[in-house]
């Protein structure tokens, strides 16, 4: 396999884009295999790395369905879920605690 050419940190040439640049244009990289790479320079770590895609090979974004939006929502709302008071925190509960504030911390909520 040949190696990727490395382009530095905007300095790739027109044509080329990260994800994020992708679907901030609408598109998605559709399937086609990465053509580059960019790096930034770090000082303490090895460089961040974005992976480059064609544009004009790029495809349309996927419009949501009734299904994807539903689904969505039910991911979301168990995001809010506590198990340990099977309650609605509202906010999404923090993967760090693994239950809601309250629960967490039941001392804290005592004093105030």
Same mark, same amino acid.
């Given at each position: 396999m040949a190696a990727l050419p490395i382009? %530095?940190?905007?300095? &790739?040439? $027109?044509?080329?884009a990260t994800r994020r640049q992708l679907r901030s244009l609408? !598109?998605?990289?559709?399937?086609? $295999?990465?053509? &580059?790479? !960019?790096?930034?320079?770090?000082? %303490? %770590?090895?460089? !961040? =790395?974005?992976?480059l895609y064609l544009v004009d090979r790029a495809l349309p974004v996927r419009p949501m369905t009734v299904g994807r939006t539903a689904a969505l929502a039910k991911a979301n709302a168990a995001r809010r879920w506590c198990p340990a008071c099977r309650r609605d &925190?509202?906010? =999404?509960?923090? &993967?760090? !605690?693994?239950?809601?504030t309250p629960c967490a911390y039941p001392d804290e909520q005592r004093v105030a």
């Open positions: 382009y %530095r940190w905007r300095l &790739a040439p $027109d044509g080329l609408g !598109l998605r990289p559709g399937g086609q $295999d990465v053509v &580059a790479q !960019l790096e930034r320079p770090r000082r %303490r %770590r090895g460089p !961040l =790395v974005a992976y &925190a509202g906010y =999404v509960i923090p &993967a760090s !605690l693994g239950m809601c």
